[in-house]
């Protein structure tokens, strides 16, 4: 066996708190291998994992997660945590070079083996390795003859003085719990003396086919040059195909060196987004091979795909420097996106594959062709880009700068680039992953004009440069007010987020279609959960009338009521049931008007990121998945809005006093590079008691990947006409349903619905000129304590 691997991770390992520098007075470091002893009775833990669910899984702390105790938590990160994991070394390894590798610490750590200090580390998303074979036992003990030891320092508190190298925990997003512990597998992996440590791959589209281009890094651990043969194999992992090799010869001196193969694939199959083909994807096996013997092997799943930008049309150069359409295969996508919201857990011992697994396939239901992982979060483990190459949904990945004021100081921002390096090797070789990006929100205020966010940003592209062939965006937005100001262009990017943050100070109708730029990464609408999923977290006497615990999971109260008076004319506060239901309509209905607003845009526009798919935790937000997994109504309005191929209705208001002409467009927006000719596009128009007042069929020939308006329905409201109206469209082809939507709209007066919102709007800028921002706003009484 070339290359001999044992996981470390699991539930074997124990956990014990104690005093900053206390652990290594104890003598907890150089404690034998035994059954018995001091650690005998210290909590067990998993790996990976988060000191928080080990210490609730031991009973030593309630449920983070419940009513407001999150805080009560806090005391958790003053303190040095040591994980300790007895283990047996096969005998197979025995003669071999055998690494101790970790593949993620959050945040800094020390390690010893058997008493022996191995070294620290500090960086959350860095993988770090020891050479151990000198200091290892083989002896086989009943529980283990090798001892390792890990102490965890307390986390950092100042996000500023570790953005890019640790996940935020900071701002109004947070409740300013640090999380922290071994987040990623621990292995002991033992090769002979020449081994691959990384590889990168390349596709190169030719005539008839493809070339793969490999770079594999290679590691000689002997004092001499070794001449070593590098022997690759590919064959289609979820197709049939034969098996394609490669062989060449290399020299390899002393330490590290990288090797050069290239693997032509005749009639190549290529990896494609979901909506735009098949994601076909190969097994790829690399072999390193002295005089016949195999001293290192190792196994990927790989995919064969180019990737450019181009120019949106439609604007000058004053207005869009930067490129902003993806070009996949030689075909433009339209970014039907969502930003991800976090990994399943904020807590990384809650997560699980069959949590990605179980999320990722919704996403696809959704009709979403792309996952925005911006840098409120951590760039996702390897299973999450594994599951979207699967799924053949795209990724842009951030790096984890957000919404703070960062130093260019030199060494600060050399040990940024080098985590960033290394985020980079890990997931580069996944073709679902299509965009870098430097930060979140780092060109947004007056004290971000003036830091260093823009030298930071731009060092982290030309350090990743090197190492990929991704394109790579500076921030996002770009061309917000501090952005212009900075020098950037006004139509780059926007985040479409002040509709919701404004409260009603714009409707729905006046906001989104003032926004004209390239891109928008992120638009912002909010609802609460079920009420299943809301009493898992809200604490039963806080349900209803709404307590703190409310507030303290991010509601915004005030601005949910006002969304709800928007799209329904009031608060719709007569009951918990109500006003959950309404919130989730009002949801989904302002991110139907949004997004199809924008995708009708296209090649324009290229792509819009609702915000968000999920939640990290349980919050009263975002999400159209809570964080227990169930759908939201909101989830149904987005699967329709973003159907690749989308009859679509455009309209300038959704009330409409009796009357009164109404007046809307007939648009087809087709997503698939292939053209529907000969379509139908049948409307009917009904009104509150379901009547059809109103229909037309008009005929359409649908180019490929196109936006194009086909009519329009005029309709004079009855004069005795009340409630509401739908508007129901259908496409067909042959007879047969290709696509169909729907709209809810209004009777009634929209300047009246808008003077009831701005009113509600200053009541609740009363109370927060009052109380702050804090969420004591929505509860008064709460400074009235006895």
Known sequence: MSRIVKDLSGKLWQMEKMRVGEGEREGFHILPAERQGVIFSWNYASVPGDVYTDLQRAGELEDPYYGRNMHKAKWVQEYEWWYIRSFNVSPEMKGKKIHLEFEGVDYSCTVWLNGQLLGSHEGMFSPFSFEVSEFLNFDHWSGGSNQLAVKLDPPPKNFRNVGG????????????????????????????????????????????????????????????????QIE?????????????????????????????????????????????????????????????????????????????????PGFTDEECEYPWTFVINGKRQFLRSAC???????????????????????????????????????????????????????????????TQAFSNDPAFVES????????????????????????EEVFFTDAHIE??????????????????????????????????????????????????????????????????????????????????????????????????????HWADIHILQGLNIEVFGDKRMDSLEQFVESTQVAHGTILQFALELYRRRKPRMSGVSLCHFITHWPDIKWGLIDYYGQK????????????????????????????????????????????????????????????????????????????????????????????????????????????????????????EAKRQCLKHLQESNTLREEYGHSYYRYNPELWELE
């Open 165 to 228: 190298k640790k996940v935020n925990f900071s701002g109004d997003y947070f409740t300013g719990l640090v999380p922290f512990g071994i987040w990623r597998p621990v292995r002991l992996i033992a090769t002979d003396h020449v081994r691959i440590v990384n590889y990168r791959s390349e596709s190169e589209l030719k005539e008839g086919g493809a070339a793969v281009h490999l770079q594999i890094e290679l590691d000689n651990m002997t004092a001499e040059s070794q001449t070593v």
């Open 416 to 439: 940024v680039e080098k985590e960033c390096i290394e985020i980079v090797k890990l997931r580069r070789n996944h073709p679902s992953n299509i965009f870098w990006m430097g930060g």
């Open 451 to 552: 830091s260093g966010n823009k030298e930071l940003m731009e060092a982290i592209g030309a350090a990743i440069g090197d190492y990929t062939s991704t394109p790579y965006g500076l921030a996002s937005p770009l061309s917000n007010e501090f952005g212009q100001s900075m020098g950037f262009k006004p139509k780059e990017s926007q985040h479409a987020n002040d509709h919701y943050y404004g409260g009603g100070h714009s409707f729905m109708e006046e906001y989104y279609p003032a926004l004209d730029c390239s891109i928008i990464p992120e638009l912002t609408a909010a609802s609460a959960p079920s009420i299943e999923s809301l009493k898992k977290f809200i604490p039963e006497n806080e349900l209803w009338p709404m307590g703190p615990s409310w507030g303290y």
């Open 232 to 312: 690759v194999a590919m064959k289609g992992h979820n197709f049939d195909s034969d098996t394609i090799t490669q062989t060449v010869e290399v020299e390899v001196p002393a330490g590290t060196q990288m090797a050069n193969a290239v693997v032509d694939v005749s009639d190549a199959k290529l990896w494609w987004p979901w909506d735009m083909g098949t994601p076909n994807l190969y097994h790829l096996e690399m072999k390193v091979l002295s005089n016949g013997t195999v001293l290192d092997r190792v196994e990927d799943v790989i995919g064969i795909r180019t990737l450019e930008m181009e120019k949106n």
């Open 632 to 751: 939201k109504i909101s989830f149904d309005y987005v699967k329709r809005s973003y159907q690749p191929l989308l009859p679509s209705l455009a309209f300038t208001k959704r009330r409409w006093n009796p009357g009164e002409a109404f007046q809307g467009e007939l648009w087809i927006v087709n997503d698939y590079h292939e053209a529907y000719h000969d379509a139908v596009l049948e409307w009917t128009l009904a009104d509150a008691g379901g009547e059809v007042v109103k229909s037309g069929i008009l005929h359409a020939s649908v180019a490929s990947n196109s936006s194009a308006r086909f009519g329009e329905i005029d309709w004079k409201v009855h004069a005795n006409a009340a409630g509401q109206f739908t508007i129901t469209l259908t496409l067909k082809q042959g007879g047969v349903e290709l696509a169909s939507n729907e709209y809810l709209l209004l009777i009634g007066d929209q300047a």
């Open 340 to 402: 991800w919201g976090g990994q399943p857990s904020f807590f990384y011992g809650r997560n699980s594959t069959s949590k990605y697994e179980h999320l990722l396939t919704q996403v696809k239901e959704a009709n979403i062709n792309n996952l925005r992982i911006f840098g409120w979060h951590p760039p996702e483990i390897p299973t999450f880009y594994k599951l979207c190459d699967e799924l053949g949904i795209t990724v842009w990945t951030n790096f984890t700068f957000s």
